[in-house]
């Protein structure tokens, strides 16, 4: 593998007095700025419970210069960009993430945001209803209660313990004294002494310098001001009180006057609890099948402040077995602390970062960087390390365990071994010839280390879920060991499809697709013994609900077969024997390209070079009904492109684009229906399509329901009145975003990827581009009818029933194939 480049980096402080952290890293094709505001909801007045959100939310709203369609959020979406916003306890982010050429004009508005909020009473009291909304939700939000129980140990005058959510009562936006609040918590802590921004892109660090200076330039200067120290963090005892969720299992712990570098520490400590290899903690938790995940997290953390929780995710036979659980923990963490220096597992540890940021986005890199955390555990980190560890213990616990039986726990543990897919992999000695069924296709840049790589089984997947769950089961380790060598493996099952797909840093995957292939085509023996168990699940929201059964549902794929099925060895064995399989790699250069075929010759299944044919458009208007554990309605509209052809796709796409902002403004500004409202384009097994999502806690599904398709039948006038240069200028931004040598590469990948399963050929990209800029006017209305007449079908996914004869309720068999 090519070795990267090292980035370039600065640290600069402008005359205004803002941080600057600029990074350069040449392999990237987008650029990504995150802004930190020293301010958050612990930061307010205790008078104005949810202040600091309801400002982070009112900045959005735009300012004299620009505001709607050419504000920030606007901006960024039409460039096919990423945004968003986070207020914490101590800390507020802005960030957003766009291609190159639109960094300057994001940048711009994000200050000019900051520095000039209109913060109008009427805008006030439009989004106050939106933070209530959000507030409901919050509310009836089990992983709130859970949150609440959590802290319910602290001191009753840590703030941790207060209320910060903020709703249309805590926020009495016509009074005086609340908005003399809001301008003076504004004043103090939106200035550029409370700020840090970091640039990240491929521009030259005199670039990224320039527009640093440039834009800044809008913000209010000003110094630093102080936060007020919070007081400690355990007083007087509570009365204990039950965890409202019994498949969890938490060990919180309150640590005072830690040292600087105890992030970094707790990063370091994570990494080695959740291991999964054997002689680890989760290994022998998952032998005595307790627990189906752990994980170490931060809870909270200001100055030397931290709330450290390790969760347990637990298996029925665990929830009564907490105590023995929570005695191998503290045995193990005895173990670790044995093992003082770690020096080896410290060399391992940066190299594991090293190679995240390999394949970090922009917006992830951003991330990173604003913390100014280095790959190597520094010294300061390694005696924070010491410092918590002495912490973690039974004494210490905020919700104490019931003691269990003494049992003798020596003996049986190891640190992790060195992860083998972050060294060179041997290659074959000679070419190894392509196989029939992989299909190869450019990266990017032909210099990139990243590489993606899908493969497909057609197997009747609908009729074998529980071997799909024992496959699934059977990679799980192998799955962190190729996340920590900077490849994301995800092994899943759609319609009667089985998928694979790897992608990351190229030179490990290879050797991880030739692991993966062993343990799929004959799993362990303990795998067997777990078969068919079905792990707890995290409760979504309603849309996320609706969202995860899109794509099975946009197959016609509604209700899972319920019939009992064989898991045992032969059963796999025969499934394989009549599988097809097809794939398709991308960016694999010539040097692993032989590595690649070679670990393919254990591909179990029969190679089929004629691709799967696409599925058949549907007609009509379905609706599948998927309750939800929620009183908020939620309602998901799929809208499928009419016919294959590129060129409807494309006239799609820019329907896509153009519905974006729109859609998101008639909704949730002005209907004010919720918060959580998208539109969007999206391809499943190569289908294409449009998606109009809302979850509102208020509305009723039939109000929902008609306020977006009164939206989709405006849509042929909205397009009938763009003018000719707005038009021109979204239809280059959209052809220009999928320049291939212009986009990331997993991006491109699963564009590549979606166009094989839809048919089409090697040229798709440039024939896609020229569809683009051969669209005019007349082609995107007659796209707009035939959105609005249901050209291709309409498939509404809703958490209840269908309200109109003229929808037909979901089949409940599976399509045959």
């Not at 939106?130 to 140990?153: G, I, K, N, Y």
């Not at 092994?491 to 292939?517: M, R, T």
């Not at 590595?595 to 696409?614: F, H, Y």
């Not at 240069?725 to 986009?743: C, G, N, P, V």
């Given at each position: 593998?090519?070795?990267?480049?090292?980035?370039?980096?600065?640290?600069?402080?402008?005359?205004?007095?803002?941080?600057?952290?600029?990074?350069?890293?040449?392999?990237?094709?987008?650029?990504?700025?995150?802004?930190?505001?020293?301010?958050?909801?612990?930061?307010?007045?205790?008078?104005?419970?949810?202040?600091?959100?309801?400002?982070?939310?009112?900045?959005?709203?735009?300012?004299?210069?620009?505001?709607?369609?050419?504000?920030?959020?606007?901006?960024?979406?039409?460039?096919?960009?990423?945004?968003?916003?986070?207020?914490?306890?101590?800390?507020?982010?802005?960030?957003?993430?766009?291609?190159?050429?639109?960094?300057?004009?994001?940048?711009?508005?994000?200050?000019?945001?900051?520095?000039?909020?209109?913060?109008?009473?009427?805008?006030?009291?439009?989004?106050?209803?939106?933070?209530?909304?959000?507030?409901?939700?919050?509310?009836?939000?089990?992983?709130?209660?859970?949150?609440?129980?959590?802290?319910?140990?602290?001191?009753?005058?840590?703030?941790?313990?207060?209320?910060?959510?903020?709703?249309?009562?805590?926020?009495?936006?016509?009074?005086?004294?609340?908005?003399?609040?809001?301008?003076?918590?504004?004043?103090?802590?939106?200035?550029?002494?409370?700020?840090?921004?970091?640039?990240?892109?491929?521009?030259?660090?005199?670039?990224?310098?320039?527009?640093?200076?440039?834009?800044?330039?809008?913000?209010?200067?000003?110094?630093?001001?102080?936060?007020?120290?919070?007081?400690?963090?355990?007083?007087?005892?509570?009365?204990?009180?039950?965890?409202?969720?019994?498949?969890?299992?938490?060990?919180?712990?309150?640590?005072?006057?830690?040292?600087?570098g105890a992030t970094q520490a707790q990063e370091f400590l994570a990494t080695w609890l959740g291991a999964s290899q054997h002689g680890g903690l989760l290994a022998e938790l998952r032998r005595r099948q307790l627990v189906h995940t752990l994980e170490l997290s931060t809870f909270y953390t200001f100055a030397d402040q931290a709330l450290i929780n390790i969760e347990f995710k637990?298996?029925?036979?665990?929830?009564?077995?907490?105590?023995?659980?929570?005695?191998?923990?503290?045995?193990?963490?005895?173990?670790?602390?044995?093992?003082?220096?770690?020096?080896?597992?410290?060399?391992?540890?940066?190299?594991?970062?090293?190679?995240?940021?390999?394949?970090?986005?922009?917006?992830?890199?951003?991330?990173?960087?604003?913390?100014?955390?280095?790959?190597?555990?520094?010294?300061?980190?390694?005696?924070?390390?010491?410092?918590?560890?002495?912490?973690?213990?039974?004494?210490?616990?905020?919700?104490?365990?019931?003691?269990?039986?003494?049992?003798?726990?020596?003996?049986?543990?190891?640190?992790?071994?060195?992860?083998?897919?972050?060294?060179?992999?041997?290659?074959?000695?000679?070419?190894?010839?392509?196989?029939?069924?992989?299909?190869?296709?450019?990266?990017?840049?032909?210099?990139?280390?990243?590489?993606?790589?899908?493969?497909?089984?057609?197997?009747?997947?609908?009729?074998?879920?529980?071997?799909?769950?024992?496959?699934?089961?059977?990679?799980?380790?192998?799955?962190?060991?190729?996340?920590?060598?900077?490849?994301?493996?995800?092994?899943?099952?759609?319609?009667?499809?089985?998928?694979?797909?790897?992608?990351?840093?190229?030179?490990?995957?290879?050797?991880?697709?030739?692991?993966?292939?062993?343990?799929?085509?004959?799993?362990?023996?303990?795998?067997?013994?777990?078969?068919?168990?079905?792990?707890?699940?995290?409760?979504?929201?309603?849309?996320?609900?609706?969202?995860?059964?899109?794509?099975?549902?946009?197959?016609?794929?509604?209700?899972?077969?319920?019939?009992?099925?064989?898991?045992?060895?032969?059963?796999?064995?025969?499934?394989?024997?009549?599988?097809?399989?097809?794939?398709?790699?991308?960016?694999?250069?010539?040097?692993?390209?032989?590595?690649?075929?070679?670990?393919?010759?254990?591909?179990?299944?029969?190679?089929?070079?004629?691709?799967?044919?696409?599925?058949?458009?549907?007609?009509?208007?379905?609706?599948?009904?998927?309750?939800?554990?929620?009183?908020?309605?939620?309602?998901?509209?799929?809208?499928?492109?009419?016919?294959?052809?590129?060129?409807?796709?494309?006239?799609?796409?820019?329907?896509?684009?153009?519905?974006?902002?729109?859609?998101?403004?008639?909704?949730?500004?002005?209907?004010?229906?919720?918060?959580?409202?998208?539109?969007?384009?999206?391809?499943?097994?190569?289908?294409?399509?449009?998606?109009?999502?809302?979850?509102?806690?208020?509305?009723?599904?039939?109000?929902?329901?008609?306020?977006?398709?009164?939206?989709?039948?405006?849509?042929?006038?909205?397009?009938?009145?763009?003018?000719?240069?707005?038009?021109?200028?979204?239809?280059?931004?959209?052809?220009?975003?999928?320049?291939?040598?212009?986009?990331?590469?997993?991006?491109?990948?699963?564009?590549?990827?979606?166009?094989?399963?839809?048919?089409?050929?090697?040229?798709?990209?440039?024939?896609?581009?020229?569809?683009?800029?051969?669209?005019?006017?007349?082609?995107?209305?007659?796209?707009?009818?035939?959105?609005?007449?249901?050209?291709?079908?309409?498939?509404?996914?809703?958490?209840?029933?269908?309200?109109?004869?003229?929808?037909?309720?979901?089949?409940?068999?599976?399509?045959?194939?």
């Amino acid at each position: 593998m090519p070795q990267p480049s090292l980035p370039a980096a600065e640290h600069v402080v402008l005359d205004n007095g803002l941080h600057v952290r600029l990074h350069h890293e040449p392999r990237l094709k987008r650029a990504a700025a995150f802004m930190r505001v020293a301010a958050g909801s612990h930061d307010v007045p205790a008078a104005w419970p949810g202040l600091a959100h309801f400002l982070e939310h009112l900045f959005f709203l735009g300012t004299e210069r620009h505001s709607g369609d050419h504000g920030l959020m606007a901006f960024v979406q039409n460039h096919g960009g990423q945004i968003n916003a986070s207020t914490r306890e101590r800390c507020t982010d802005y960030f957003f993430e766009v291609p190159v050429n639109a960094f300057a004009g994001a940048l711009e508005r994000l200050c000019d945001m900051l520095g000039h909020p209109r913060m109008t009473q009427a805008e006030q009291l439009r989004e106050r209803e939106v933070l209530h909304a959000e507030f409901v939700a919050w509310s009836r939000d089990p992983e709130a209660r859970h949150q609440q129980w959590l802290t319910s140990a602290l001191d009753a005058e840590h703030p941790l313990r207060a209320f910060h959510a903020g709703n249309r009562y805590s926020l009495p936006v016509p009074r005086d004294s609340f908005q003399q609040d809001l301008r003076s918590f504004y004043r103090r802590f939106y200035q550029t002494g409370q700020m840090t921004l970091c640039l990240v892109g491929p521009q030259p660090l005199e670039q990224l310098r320039a527009m640093a200076e440039k834009a800044a330039g809008a913000l209010r200067p000003g110094d630093t001001a102080e936060q007020i120290a919070p007081p400690p963090l355990v007083g007087t005892p509570s009365e204990a009180v039950e965890p409202p969720d019994k498949g969890r299992f938490n060990l919180l712990f309150a640590c005072e006057n830690l040292p600087r570098g105890a992030t970094q520490a707790q990063e370091f400590l994570a990494t080695w609890l959740g291991a999964s290899q054997h002689g680890g903690l989760l290994a022998e938790l998952r032998r005595r099948q307790l627990v189906h995940t752990l994980e170490l997290s931060t809870f909270y953390t200001f100055a030397d402040q931290a709330l450290i929780n390790i969760e347990f995710k637990l298996t029925p036979a665990g929830e009564t077995a907490t105590a023995l659980i929570g005695q191998l923990c503290f045995d193990w963490l005895e173990f670790f602390q044995a093992h003082d220096d770690w020096q080896g597992l410290r060399e391992e540890f940066r190299l594991l970062n090293e190679r995240r940021l390999q394949v970090a986005s922009a917006l992830e890199l951003a991330r990173h960087h604003s913390d100014e955390t280095p790959c190597e555990l520094s010294r300061q980190a390694l005696q924070a390390l010491r410092e918590i560890l002495e912490h973690l213990r039974p004494e210490h616990l905020l919700h104490p365990v019931a003691a269990g039986p003494e049992r003798d726990l020596a003996g049986r543990w190891r640190l992790p071994p060195r992860n083998r897919f972050l060294r060179p992999s041997r290659r074959p000695d000679h070419p190894v010839p392509d196989p029939q069924g992989l299909a190869y296709r450019d990266g990017a840049s032909a210099h990139s280390h990243e590489a993606a790589l899908y493969l497909r089984w057609r197997v009747n997947a609908s009729r074998h879920q529980g071997l799909f769950r024992t496959l699934r089961d059977s990679l799980r380790k192998l799955t962190e060991e190729a996340r920590q060598a900077g490849v994301q493996m995800v092994f899943s099952s759609l319609g009667d499809d089985w998928q694979l797909k790897l992608s990351g840093v190229q030179a490990p995957i290879p050797a991880l697709l030739e692991q993966a292939l062993e343990l799929l085509a004959i799993p362990a023996p303990e795998v067997w013994h777990q078969a068919g168990q079905e792990s707890t699940s995290t409760t979504l929201t309603p849309i996320k609900e609706l969202l995860k059964r899109l794509p099975d549902h946009s197959l016609g794929y509604f209700h899972s077969r319920t019939s009992d099925e064989d898991l045992h060895p032969l059963a796999l064995q025969k499934l394989w024997g009549a599988a097809r399989w097809d794939g398709l790699a991308v960016g694999i250069n010539d040097g692993e390209r032989s590595a690649l075929n070679n670990a393919l010759r254990k591909m179990p299944g029969t190679a089929s070079p004629q691709r799967a044919q696409p599925h058949p458009a549907q007609s009509g208007r379905s609706w599948s009904h998927v309750p939800c554990q929620s009183s908020e309605q939620a309602l998901l509209l799929f809208c499928p492109v009419p016919s294959q052809s590129i060129a409807d796709e494309a006239a799609w796409r820019l329907l896509a684009q153009l519905c974006q902002t729109s859609f998101y403004q008639r909704m949730r500004v002005e209907l004010q229906l919720g918060y959580a409202v998208f539109s969007g384009l999206r391809q499943m097994a190569g289908r294409t399509g449009l998606v109009f999502g809302v979850q509102s806690p208020q509305a009723p599904l039939a109000d929902i329901l008609g306020h977006v398709q009164t939206f989709i039948e405006t849509l042929p006038t909205l397009i009938e009145t763009l003018k000719p240069a707005a038009l021109d200028t979204q239809r280059e931004e959209l052809a220009s975003r999928h320049e291939r040598s212009q986009m990331d590469l997993l991006p491109l990948a699963e564009l590549l990827w979606q166009a094989c399963q839809a048919g089409h050929g090697a040229d798709y990209l440039n024939a896609l581009q020229r569809a683009v800029r051969e669209l005019r006017p007349d082609d995107l209305h007659h796209a707009a009818q035939q959105l609005a007449s249901g050209t291709g079908g309409w498939l509404c996914l809703a958490t209840g029933p269908a309200l109109e004869p003229s929808w037909v309720p979901a089949q409940r068999s599976l399509p045959g194939r």
